[in-house]
């Protein structure tokens, strides 16, 4: 296994990354990325109060000990020792052997190559440990650094899915896109 696993706990080396099970006191790291307004115009929901990002951990919390997991929601650290989560990734489990794809990190975090590090050890993840056949990713149709970010790593665009989020007040279509498991790692250019 390329991970350590307890019944609680998770953690997977992302090269110098650590993608690890959010924890208790996780609550100001997680509205460090959802209270952020320039963060969450990207995502499928509006910013999130402390008092939000506190419920929303609590709901993550609670589904990391469901047995089988319905979800892989992991925070995003430098090194294990880092207590400050940069961002996050999820595998939110689906259907027969599939999983939705997300991922955020704080503004001031994004541009150095930590997406595509998490990314890529969450599909490696998921393919791999969990043996799934297939991820998809929906994005924004302007969220043009995620959708380059995904394409580059194999995933295929499929189509659009029109309004299929309500966000920020109106209705947002996603460009949805897939990776299956014969399509990683993607072939070098």
Same mark, same amino acid.
């Given at each position: 296994m390329t991970g350590r696993t307890t019944?609680?706990?998770?953690? +997977? @080396?992302a090269g110098s990354l650590v993608l690890r099970d959010f924890e208790e006191g996780?609550?100001?790291?997680i509205h460090a990325i959802v209270g952020d307004d320039g963060v969450t115009y990207w995502l499928?929901?509006?910013?999130?109060s402390r008092d939000e990002a506190q419920s929303m951990l609590d709901g993550i919390l609670e589904r990391q000990l469901d047995t089988p997991r319905?979800?892989?929601? +992991? @925070?995003i650290?430098?090194?294990?020792s880092t207590e400050v989560i940069i961002g996050f990734a999820r595998l939110g489990l689906m259907g027969v052997k599939a999983a939705d794809l997300g991922y955020a990190l704080r503004p001031e975090w994004q541009g150095r190559g930590i997406a595509r590090m998490a990314v890529s050890r969450m599909i490696e993840f998921g393919l791999g440990d969990l043996g799934l056949h297939r991820i998809t990713a929906n994005i924004g149709p302007m969220n043009t650094s995620s959708m380059r970010l995904v394409e580059s790593l194999g995933f295929q665009r499929e189509g659009t899915i029109r309004d299929h989020v309500h966000t920020n007040g109106a209705w947002r279509d996603s460009v949805s896109f897939s990776l299956l498991e014969g399509e990683w790692p993607p072939a070098a250019e």
């Open positions: 019944s609680r706990s998770l953690s +997977l @080396a996780d609550t100001d790291g499928s929901f509006e910013s999130r319905s979800e892989y929601y +992991l @925070a650290t430098e090194s294990p």
